[in-house]
Structure formats: structure tokens, C-alpha cells
């Protein structure tokens, strides 16, 4: 902590508006002035953690600010507080001593940032002093910078600069920002999450001519709403990639016209917005291909693809939501670019086996390459869409003959039944046909054999070649489609079959229980 002398104190007396520290506490001041009985300057605070306060800004009966929570503010001794420093400051204190490896969690958020495992290391160390110049990235988070000194002190120090982290520091304006920036021409990714940054007393135009076109922007934890976000993106034209998560963002509007064309990855997770019809209002961006809505309270998704909603969104990440109806999973098989998806703790999954699960959502999805994480073979979707069929057939024969309203909602709830009905024909009956014995009575116990381990298991006879294909992989670890199964009699060791019939069950290749499954 830096506590000032009273030259200090006189020279350095801050404005309602600017940032400080105390400790490891951020806040923004919201009052300068006496507070009586005491002699000497107060500074009114509301911190950034709504618990580090005592009060709203109301002290012994007099309102002296208005906090943003009821315990977010406090009044302190401007001798206690931190005013920053400059941010050729922090760059010396934060490279200049003796030479010192960046910890592996500061480095692994960036490669994080740059999408890039591997990258070059010239900025991941500290640096001697007349080596400024060299530094292409530069992680400032946590070195309370303020100010950026004189427009284009940070360019003359470090020209090369592409990735700028300035994550948890004391800035509180976009024009400090500019003059920050202002001379980083190469300038790609710029982190200034949990800032408070203003705004209104900024000429957006002349900030946006001082910024440098990068197209990686993170403002996570910021305190912006969706009209602070399309105010702001003005300055910020060529933007790709934009991180607003955990912000205020409830509701959304549809950018004009000139703002957002090139964005291609936007992160609104921890925001709550809860109703899928406020995301269809960014639906139209020509070029988004990566939407993160996790966290946002979603209960439903409904999706009109009359005008062709997101039509290059390739991967959307839907994860800790509340979506509690299947027919939302089936919405997302209207999105028609959409091949990679995360959907995890959503109630719709609730009491469900992961692996069956996984089987439901990839059979609603036509498109799915990629579900959380893992890829989706064409044998586990042949698999997967083929038990779905089956178990669709059950209910659609219960229901055939019922009045229209019992059909509508079952084509509702299965939209995909007539396509997969062309695609695979006709379920006969005898495939699902209840069988009156037990399951566990009917399990055998196979070996199944890969290189030089072997696995025993229960399997049903009712179990297609395509599933027990994906089940191999699984346990063996096989990246490899072009593997042989073939069934070795416990008999008759002589006997060997192959298992070439992707759709058939076990049974039809009379598989018994002490039989070998070699797969090579």
C-alpha cells in the first residue's frame, strides 16, 4: 500500500469518479470532503465486492453518496487508499526487476485469450529494462494502473505490443484507455475486465480514432447493460471476439446495422437474461460463428427459422442453464450450421445416464460433430438415431390412431421422426416388442479383445453391432473407424464372424455368453 505524505495528499487529491485500491480492494470514488466532527478530507467509497462496505453511503444520519448495494459503501482517510500508478510504471515494476518466469495460471488464462497452446514466450518473462522493446505481450493484471502518463508513453516504451491484459486495475475511462493504446498499431487482444470504465463524459468518435483496430476485447465484470455495450462498440469496429461475461445484461437489441458485422465469437455467460427470444435478436449477425449463453437462466428455447437465425453459428455452449423440455434440444436442429455443442447441468438431463443422454441429444441434433467436447462418429449417430427411432416407434404406435391433437404433440416432441423414418425405413414390431423376461436375466457376459488387454462385460442381444462399436472405442481408447469386430464362438474357436451389420442386433449374430469379440 502506498500511503501519501501531505505534499502527496495536496498534489494527488482524487475526483469523484476515480478509481482506488486499499489493500486488495478496488473501489470507486464517490465523495470527496469533510465529515464532521473530524478535521481532514474523507473519501466516500462503493467497492467493486458489495460486502467490503458498512453502508449505502449514508454515515451517522447524513447521505454523503448513494452506493450501489446497502453494504457496498464506506468512508475512508485519503491516507489509506492507493491512487494507482501510470502504466509505464507498472510495466517497470512488472518486468523491470531481475528476470522471472510468469506463474503457469497467468500464462495458461492467456493462451486461453489467444486460442494458442503454443506461442512465443518474448513478454512471459521479466525483462532488463533496456529490453522494453522486445515485450510483444504484456500481463499487467492487479498493478493498479491508473493512468496512461502521456498519450503514447506505453508506444515508445513497448512499440510491438499485440496482447495487452490490464484485467482488475483502477481505470474508469475509455479515454484513458485511448491514451493508453494510442501508438500500439499492432495491437490485437486487449483484456480490461473489471474496470469501471465511463463513458459518458467520452467523445466516442475521437476515442474511437485513438484505439487501435484490435479484434479481441474482454470487458468481463464491468457493469455494463446490452445499451452500454452497443453504445460503446462504435469505438470498436473491427472487433471479432468480444467477452461480456457476468455483466448486467438482462435484455438485448438488434446491433444497427454498421455495428458488429465482423463478430464471429461472443461470450454472454453469467449474464441473466433467462428468455431465449432475447438472444434470437442478435440472430442476424452475418458472421458469428461461437455464442457462449451458459449461466444466463435459460428455461426454454423456441426458434422461428423462417429468416434463417444465426446462419453461420457453428458452436453454442448452452451449459448450467434451467432447460427442462427436450423439445428446446430439438429446437437447435433448426440452427443449420451448428456442429459443436455443450450442454451440461440442465434439468432436462436430470436422472438420465450421461451416455443415454448423450445418445437423445445427438439423435435431435442432425448436424452434431462435436457434443461437450467429444466428437460424434457417424457409427455412434447411426447408433444413437436408430435407438432413438425404436423407442420413438413405441409411443407413435400408442398414438397413431389417436384424434390430431395427440399426433401434433408428438410431432412436436419428435420432430425428426418422419426424417429418420425415411432414412432408416420402418420399425418392425418384432424389434420392439416387450420381452417378458428380465433384462438381467437376458445380459451375456462377453470378452471383448483389443492389442493385448481384454475386457469382460454384459451385454444385451438387443444391442446393435453400431453401439457395441462405440462402446469398444470407449474403453480401448480407439481413435480408429476402420477397425474389424469379429464374434469367436467360446464353441468352437474355429468359428469366426464378422460383426459387418451395423443396425443388426447381437442376437442375429447368435452371440452367447463366454464369447470373444476381437477387435483388430
Given at each position: 500500500m502506498v500511503i501519501l505524505t501531505m505534499e502527496d495528499q495536496n498534489c494527488r487529491t482524487p475526483s469523484v469518479g476515480q478509481r482506488i485500491q486499499v489493500g486488495d480492494s478496488r473501489g470507486t470514488v464517490m465523495y470527496v470532503g469533510p465529515v464532521p466532527p473530524t478535521k481532514g478530507i474523507w473519501l466516500g467509497i462503493d467497492w467493486d465486492d458489495p460486502s467490503r462496505g458498512k453502508h449505502d453511503g449514508v454515515y451517522d444520519g447524513q447521505r454523503y453518496f448513494q452506493a450501489r448495494y446497502s453494504t457496498s459503501g464506506s468512508l475512508v482517510r485519503l491516507e489509506k487508499v492507493n491512487l494507482g500508478q501510470t502504466i509505464v510504471e507498472a510495466v517497470k515494476e512488472r518486468y523491470g526487476a531481475d528476470k522471472q518466469l510468469m506463474d503457469e495460471k497467468e500464462k495458461e488464462e492467456i493462451q486461453k485469450a489467444l486460442n494458442a497452446p503454443l506461442f512465443e514466450t518474448v513478454g512471459f518473462e521479466r525483462q532488463a529494462c533496456e529490453n522494453f522493446g522486445a515485450l510483444t505481450v504484456l500481463g499487467l493484471s492487479l498493478h493498479r494502473v491508473a493512468s496512461a502518463g502521456e498519450p503514447g508513453d506505453l508506444a515508445k516504451l513497448c512499440p510491438h505490443v499485440s496482447y495487452l491484459e490490464l484485467s482488475r486495475n483502477l481505470l474508469n475511462s475509455w479515454q484513458t484507455v485511448a491514451d493508453i493504446t494510442t501508438g500500439l498499431n499492432r495491437l490485437t487482444v486487449l483484456d480490461l475486465s473489471e474496470n469501471r470504465l465511463r463513458f459518458q463524459d467520452c467523445d466516442l468518435v475521437k476515442v474511437k480514432n485513438a484505439i487501435p483496430k484490435f479484434q479481441f476485447l474482454s470487458l468481463s465484470r464491468v457493469e455494463y447493460d446490452w445499451d452500454d455495450i452497443l453504445t460503446c462498440a462504435v469505438m470498436w469496429p473491427s472487433i471479432a471476439t468480444l467477452e461480456v461475461s457476468f455483466n448486467n445484461i438482462t435484455f438485448l437489441k438488434s446491433p444497427?446495422?454498421?455495428?458488429?458485422?465482423?463478430?464471429?465469437?461472443?461470450?454472454?455467460q453469467g449474464n441473466h437474461i433467462k428468455d431465449w427470444s432475447e438472444i434470437a435478436k442478435i440472430g442476424h449477425l452475418p458472421l458469428l460463428d461461437t455464442l457462449n449463453a451458459s449461466e444466463t437462466g435459460l428455461t426454454r428455447i423456441s426458434i422461428d427459422e423462417s429468416s434463417n437465425p444465426f446462419p453461420s453459428l457453428r458452436f453454442l455452449l448452452l451449459s448450467d442453464n434451467y432447460i427442462n423440455q427436450w423439445e428446446s434440444v430439438s429446437e437447435l436442429n433448426k440452427l443449420r450450421k451448428l456442429t459443436e455443442l455443450k450442454f451440461k447441468s440442465n434439468p432436462v438431463l436430470d436422472g438420465i445416464a450421461p451416455g443415454t443422454a448423450r445418445q437423445i441429444i445427438i439423435a435431435r441434433i442432425s448436424t452434431l460433430k462435436v457434443l461437450n467436447s467429444q466428437e460424434v462418429p457417424a457409427d455412434e449417430r447411426r447408433g444413437a438415431e436408430y435407438d432413438y427411432l425404436k423407442i420413438t416407434t413405441r409411443t407413435w404406435m400408442d398414438v397413431r390412431n389417436g384424434d390430431p391433437d395427440t399426433k401434433s404433440a408428438f410431432f412436436k416432441l419428435h420432430p425428426r421422426y418422419a426424417e429418420l423414418?425415411?432414412?432408416?425405413?420402418?420399425?418392425?414390431?418384432?424389434?420392439?416388442?416387450?420381452?417378458?423376461?428380465?433384462?438381467?436375466?437376458?445380459?451375456?457376459e462377453v470378452k471383448l479383445s483389443y492389442q493385448d488387454s481384454t475386457v469382460s462385460k454384459k451385454l444385451s442381444p438387443d444391442m446393435t453391432v453400431s453401439r457395441l462399436k462405440s462402446l469398444a472405442r470407449r474403453i480401448f481408447s480407439i481413435t480408429s473407424y476402420e477397425n474389424t469386430f469379429v464374434l469367436v464362438?467360446?464353441?468352437?474357436?474355429?468359428?469366426?464372424?464378422?460383426?459387418d451389420l451395423d443396425m443388426k442386433p447381437l442376437s442375429y449374430y447368435s452371440l452367447e455368453s463366454g464369447d470373444i469379440i476381437r477387435i483388430s
Open positions: 444497427p446495422s454498421d455495428i458488429f458485422q465482423n463478430l464471429r465469437n461472443l461470450d454472454l423414418i425415411k432414412q432408416y425405413g420402418e420399425i418392425e414390431a418384432s424389434e420392439i416388442a416387450e420381452i417378458p423376461t428380465t433384462l438381467k436375466s437376458r445380459l451375456m464362438s467360446h464353441k468352437n474357436t474355429l468359428v469366426e464372424i464378422d460383426l
